[in-house]
């Protein structure tokens, strides 16, 4: 069982940059699942934006949706058991409750921006990029 927590989000200028934080905690390490960022909008379905997946050989590697590439980072402190995913240039559109997702890690990088491929999931964190 792992328990999420994202933090971090808030009302941001469009153009500015914020640092969304995914804590885990339980009886795991953040470091033995893939973890997924979504994100959904007022009357919108829930969408991917970022995961980090680990891949034996190539070790922890990101995935990211059209949307987020260019402008999102997703990076993992294994020592912290947290996730972060930095925004930058952010835009009216990026307004939405942010919300981290873990999963074992995924054989087929196809899985990780389906958001019914994770078992375990944060509150959410709201963005706000004002228009």
């Known amino acids: 069982q792992v328990r999420l927590a994202e933090s971090g989000g808030g009302l941001v200028q469009a153009g500015g940059s914020l640092r969304l934080s995914c804590q885990a905690s339980?009886?795991?390490?953040?470091?033995?699942?893939?973890i997924g960022w979504f994100r959904q909008a007022h009357e919108k379905e829930r969408e991917f934006v970022a995961a980090?997946?680990?891949?034996?050989?190539?070790?922890?590697?990101?995935h990211y949706a059209d949307s987020a590439k260019d402008r999102f980072t997703i990076s993992r402190d294994n020592a912290k058991d947290t996730v972060f995913l930095q925004m930058s240039s952010l835009k009216t559109e990026d307004t939405a409750v942010y919300y981290c997702?873990?999963?074992?890690?995924?054989?087929?990088?196809?899985?990780?921006?389906?958001?019914?491929?994770?078992?375990?999931w944060g509150q959410g964190t709201q963005v706000t990029v004002p228009s």
């Open positions: 997702a873990a999963r074992p890690p995924a054989p087929d990088s196809s899985r990780l921006s389906r958001a019914n491929e994770y078992q375990y």
């Open positions: 339980g009886r795991t390490y953040i470091r033995s699942y893939a």
């Open positions: 980090v997946n680990w891949d034996g050989l190539l070790g922890d590697t990101p």
